[in-house]
């Protein structure tokens, strides 16, 4: 049987389009909720890239849907129980999305990306190189690359719109954009998730290094966890196996298309550049490899 063609972009004739964002589409089914398809875009150094990763957009579904039942003791996530079978009467429209989408309340999203890190890799480790912090975080003296920190920290960015850059900003930044107590409940949640995830992974044989998660609002200013969660695209994975402190580790991430970006001569401004076939067929094992070790599928 011959694997699914890769899905750029989706096309439901009776559902209205909201939004393209980098990696997901977004359909109004009525008042109170959402379809959210997950293509097989990917988005790197926040530009949408020409090629898809086949299968990617149905790994980051599964993955994140496995983190959203694991973790609602800790936080309720925004699926609904609506089937696709009754959002999407017609077959063959269905089975451009089944496996990539999930149905969702309609919440009001908050303005800020919430990143933990729990490991100096990335641009924590060029802001540490530079001032010896991590987002204005004070860090001991002598930490070297990738090494684990000491506890993970809370680094929140603001939200860009595509194409556009997020911008890190310290904590107490939140404040106003939150309120006080909406902050630290973001900033708390954020680290129990990651705590408790990166826990569980490592048992699996994947570090999560950093993650990000999105958070929102329902009318009644209840937190819900929201987008996705804890996947290949949103977190920084590494196999436990082969970690080493001091060098960039290998990873099951899309950290791997980055490093070969890194190679090109591209100012990371829209267009990107085109992958070539063998990045791509590589890509897309680790991804299937990510969920495999995680999910046990």
């Known amino acids: ?96 999305v089944e496996g990539r989408s999930i149905i969702v309340k309609k919440l009001n999203p908050l303005p800020v990306e919430a990143i933990v890190r729990g490991y100096l890799i990335g641009s924590g480790w060029k802001d540490y190189q530079a001032t010896g912090s991590v987002c204005g975080i004070q860090l001991a003296a002598g930490l070297q690359q990738a090494q684990q920190l000491p506890k993970a920290i809370y680094t929140p960015s603001t939200k860009a719109a595509v194409g556009d850059h997020d911008e890190n900003i310290p904590f107490a930044d939140t404040i106003p954009l939150l309120g006080e107590e909406l902050a630290k409940q973001v900033r708390d949640v954020s680290l129990k998730l990651y705590t408790s995830a990166a826990a569980f992974a490592k048992q699996r044989g994947i570090i999560i290094a950093d993650t990000k998660f999105e958070f ?35 990873s099951f991430d899309k950290q791997f298309i980055r490093d070969y970006l890194e190679s090109l001569d591209w100012d ?30």
């Open 1 to 96: 049987m011959n694997a699914p063609a890769a899905l750029f972009e989706s096309t439901l004739s009776h559902l209205t389009l909201r939004a393209r964002g980098k990696v997901r589409d977004i359909y109004d089914i009525d008042d109170d909720h959402l379809l959210i398809v997950t293509t097989d875009r990917l988005s790197a150094f926040d530009v949408v890239l020409p090629n898809p990763i086949p299968g990617k957009g149905r790994v980051l579904t599964s993955v994140s849907n496995f983190w959203f039942e694991k973790m609602q003791d800790i936080i309720p996530n925004h699926l609904a129980d609506l089937s696709l079978e009754e959002v999407i009467p017609d077959a063959a429209e269905r089975m451009q």
């Open 268 to 297: 990371k401004t829209a267009p990107g550049p085109s992958i070539p076939d063998d990045v791509i067929a590589v890509s897309s094992q680790k991804y299937h490899e990510a969920e495999l070790k995680l999910t046990g599928k």
């Open 216 to 250: 929102g609002l329902d009318n009644d200013g209840k937190l819900y966890l929201i987008d996705e969660a804890l996947t290949p695209d949103s977190s920084r994975f590494w196999p436990a196996e082969s970690y080493q402190v001091g060098i960039s580790p290998p």
